[in-house]
């Protein structure tokens, strides 16, 4: 049974950080992605960023480029953690961030496995 463990998230001002991390139990992405996704009130759930193939390749979101980080810990089996460092966080940014496994870059509809989610929420 693969289980998807999320820790992170909180409250930050504009400008600040935050750090997401996802452990997987009964799983490794060394053939498919394992990544963060959100979703806003009154919006779609979005793909945020992406590690695939046990971190050959990664995928962000153009709105998240250059402030957002997807890596490994590297202490841990590395395919089956993924980590997301969240640099200079804007209101907009304010979600519910949800771990997903076992899909394809930032497609959500084609993950199948899903952590509960934590919030993230930017205000001054």
């Known amino acids: 049974q693969v289980r998807l463990v999320e820790s992170g998230g909180g409250s930050v001002q504009p400008g600040g950080s935050l750090r997401l991390s996802c452990r997987a139990s009964g799983y490794t992405y060394d053939s498919t992605c394992m990544g963060w996704f959100r979703q806003a009130p009154g919006k779609e759930r979005e793909g945020v960023a992406v590690?695939?193939?046990?971190?050959?390749?990664?995928?962000?979101?153009d709105s998240v480029k250059g402030r957002f980080i997807i890596s490994q810990d590297k202490t841990r089996r590395a395919s089956s953690t993924v980590d997301l460092q969240m640099n200079s966080l804007q209101p907009e940014d304010t979600a519910m961030y949800y771990c997903?496994?076992?899909?394809?870059?930032?497609?959500?509809?084609?993950?199948?496995?899903w952590g509960q989610g934590t919030q993230v929420t930017v205000s001054s």
């Open positions: 997903a496994a076992n899909g394809w870059a930032l497609g959500n509809r084609t993950y199948n496995y």
């Open positions: 590690m695939c193939t046990g971190g050959a390749t990664t995928y962000y979101a």
